[in-house]
């Protein structure tokens, strides 16, 4: 009986980590290869970052973050630190 509840807990658990990784996308003012690979350097070991993918013809960073760990605005700063300008793209646009 112990061990079905720990192990209900343990996924339940599981479950809601899942539901806490979220996805931002930043139009980024990086031009060259070496831009992109300073941001794919740099912001993919930022807190809470899972996933990284950059776009260098349509000038995009797109994250996959822990909710739990990090938030749009504080990646966006990031991405400001390193020198480039970096406006979040509404949800519903596409490109």
């Known amino acids: 009986m112990i061990i079905a509840l720990v192990a209900t ?7 809601d980590k899942k ?6 996308t930043f139009d ?3 031009h060259c290869e070496n831009c992109q690979k300073k941001i ?5 070991w930022e ?15 797109t994250i996959s ?3 739990n760990k990090t938030t749009p605005e504080k990646l ?6 390193l020198g480039y300008q970096a406006q979040q793209k509404p949800l519903n646009e596409k490109k």
């Open 9 to 15: 807990t343990l996924t339940a658990s599981a479950g």
């Open 65 to 67: 973050y822990d909710a």
């Open 19 to 24: 539901k806490a990784v979220k996805t931002v």
């Open 47 to 61: 807190k809470g970052v899972k996933d990284l993918k950059t776009n260098l013809k349509e000038k995009t960073v």
């Open 76 to 81: 966006q700063k990031s991405i400001q630190k």
């Open 40 to 44: 794919e350097g740099t912001i993919g």
């Open 28 to 30: 980024v003012s990086m």
